[in-house]
């Protein structure tokens, strides 16, 4: 049997990744178990699902371990991966931004310290805006870093901005609007042609359905 191989982000876009299979038909009654199973197989659908942290997911569709995944722009943008970026999905909406003590200002600094989870993006970002740009790499929570006096800023996700607002931080510049992207190994999208085209359509109806 031919099976497409699929990379699910885990994490808060778990829960609508499967909701998204569950519409367009996929029996996703494994995936709900909360098991600690990372690989699983839905045989009726030929399909296989890997379990997969965010950052992840590019890593093994550029190596065609598995023919597709679901992760967000913002790690596609920090990674530049080679794969094509097929569907937008317009789940995990969010906001990559800028953010700082609430009074706190970025005018006339000289020097300007981002802690960032994504130091590429803020390299980015900060080239033509700053003289002297200090990329802090943090791997999570990484509102502590102005508080505690790590950085001056963060560039970091806002979704609800609970986060910024419990720990007292305010947005100072927003850098993009996020969402979750379908994403395609090159070599699948020849070899599986017919199979990885079907799955795309149904994606693609269902996500024009919902919006
Ligand atoms: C993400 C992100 C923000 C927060 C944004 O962190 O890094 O901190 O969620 O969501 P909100 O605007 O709805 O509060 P996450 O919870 O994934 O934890 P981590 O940064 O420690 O990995
Ligand atoms: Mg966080």
């Given at each position: 049997?031919?099976?497409?191989?699929?990379?699910?982000?885990?994490?808060?876009?778990?829960?609508?990744?499967i909701k998204l299979l569950r519409n367009i038909g996929?029996?996703?009654?494994?995936?709900?178990?909360?098991?600690?199973?990372?690989?699983?197989?839905?045989?009726?659908?030929?399909?296989?699902?890997?379990?997969?942290?965010?950052?992840?997911?590019?890593?093994?569709?550029?190596?065609?371990?598995?023919?597709?995944?679901?992760?967000?722009?913002?790690?596609?943008?920090?990674?530049?991966?080679?794969?094509?970026?097929?569907?937008?999905?317009?789940?995990?909406?969010?906001?990559?931004?800028?953010?700082?003590?609430?009074?706190?200002?970025?005018?006339?600094?000289?020097?300007?310290?981002?802690?960032?989870?994504?130091?590429?993006?803020?390299?980015?970002?900060?080239?033509?805006?700053?003289q002297s740009v200090e990329i802090i790499k943090q791997?999570?929570?990484?509102?502590?870093?102005?508080?505690?006096?790590?950085?001056?800023?963060?560039?970091?996700?806002?979704?609800?901005?609970?986060?910024?607002r419990a720990n007292g931080l305010i947005v100072m510049?927003?850098?993009?609007?996020?969402?979750?992207?379908?994403?395609?190994?090159?070599?699948?999208?020849?070899?599986?042609?017919?199979?990885?085209?079907?799955?795309?359509?149904?994606?693609?109806?269902?996500?024009?359905?919902?919006?």
């Amino acid at each position: 049997m031919e099976w497409i191989k699929i990379g699910l982000a885990k994490g808060r876009l778990l829960e609508e990744e499967i909701k998204l299979l569950r519409n367009i038909g996929v029996d996703c009654s494994v995936l709900t178990s909360k098991s600690r199973q990372l690989v699983f197989e839905i045989p009726e659908n030929n399909l296989q699902v890997v379990m997969l942290k965010a950052p992840d997911v590019p890593t093994y569709v550029e190596h065609g371990i598995v023919d597709m995944g679901i992760v967000g722009k913002d790690v596609l943008l920090e990674q530049e991966k080679q794969l094509y970026e097929v569907v937008d999905l317009r789940l995990g909406k969010c906001r990559l931004s800028v953010a700082g003590k609430d009074g706190d200002t970025m005018e006339g600094k000289k020097h300007l310290r981002v802690a960032t989870k994504y130091p590429n993006i803020a390299k980015r970002y900060f080239a033509e805006k700053v003289q002297s740009v200090e990329i802090i790499k943090q791997e999570g929570s990484v509102e502590l870093a102005p508080i505690l006096g790590l950085s001056d800023v963060i560039l970091d996700i806002v979704e609800t901005g609970n986060t910024l607002r419990a720990n007292g931080l305010i947005v100072m510049e927003d850098v993009m609007e996020i969402s979750a992207r379908l994403v395609l190994n090159k070599v699948s999208y020849k070899t599986k042609k017919d199979m990885v085209r079907k799955l795309i359509e149904r994606i693609n109806t269902e996500v024009d359905k919902q919006s």
